[in-house]
């Protein structure tokens, strides 16, 4: 079985530049996650999806992140304009669906974003 | 927001001794997950354990919960050096799955 494919694995860039990550899901997962993991810190999630809709959202910065999930499966995660305090690994995760109870997230190799 | 909080933040041992870490939440929760991750890595889910047990195992992992004092423990038995990785607590309350901080291993040879 395939696992939770990112790209790209590393992204430099300078403040105020635009940025995308792509995340293919595990085959039949319904539910995608965007999680941001600063140097030493736990996951913070970013945006849940649930197919093609948007679960939850209330911790994604929305005035310069967006994020979009297409016919339910691939998923692309912007930012733009880039700030310092943006420099992360971004995880994508993926489960079943999360009308289920007991859920485990299957994790990406995530993207190591450092904004200069 | 962050509910778990993992202790300690760091541990260090020799191998083939137990280690013992442990996390803390603030509200009920349907079910407590733990995930590895090793460095430059993506997360890799261990164990979970529901709400209504209070001992699982798996292996060399013991995972323990008593949702009265809103805590768990997970336990890794004769370590290895391929244990040395980071272990975070995750909680799920039914709308999202929350991380914790994690604890960094790091087994001695």
């Known amino acids: 079985e395939a696992g939770v494919a990112q790209s790209p694995r590393y992204k430099i860039i300078e403040k105020r530049q635009s940025v995308a990550f792509w995340c293919n899901p595990i085959s039949g997962h319904a539910t995608l996650y965007w999680y941001q993991q600063i140097l030493g810190q736990g996951p913070k999630l970013l945006i849940q999806?649930?197919?093609?809709?948007?679960?939850?959202d209330s911790q994604l910065p929305k005035d310069r992140f967006s994020a979009e999930r297409l016919k339910g499966v691939d998923s692309t995660l912007k930012i733009q304009p880039a700030k310092l305090e943006d420099s992360a690994v971004y995880l994508c995760a993926s489960s079943l669906g999360r009308r289920r109870t007991n859920e485990k997230l299957f994790f990406g190799s995530g993207t190591q974003l450092s904004v200069l | 927001s962050q509910q778990g909080e993992e202790d300690p933040q760091a541990l260090s041992i020799q191998e083939g001794e137990n280690a013992t870490m442990n996390c803390s939440y603030k509200t009920s929760i349907n079910n407590l997950q733990w995930y590895r991750q090793n460095s430059g890595r993506g997360l890799v889910h261990l164990i979970l354990i529901r709400s209504n047990e209070r001992e699982k195992h798996s292996g060399r992992l013991r995972v323990t919960l008593d949702t009265s004092k809103k805590s768990s423990s997970l336990l890794i038995t004769a370590s290895r050096a391929a244990d040395t990785a980071s272990y975070f607590c995750?909680?799920?309350?039914?709308?999202?799955?929350?991380f914790g901080k994690g604890t960094r291993l790091h087994i001695l040879p």
């Open positions: 995750a909680t799920d309350a039914g709308d999202k799955i929350i």
């Open positions: 999806f649930q197919n093609n809709g948007v679960v939850d």
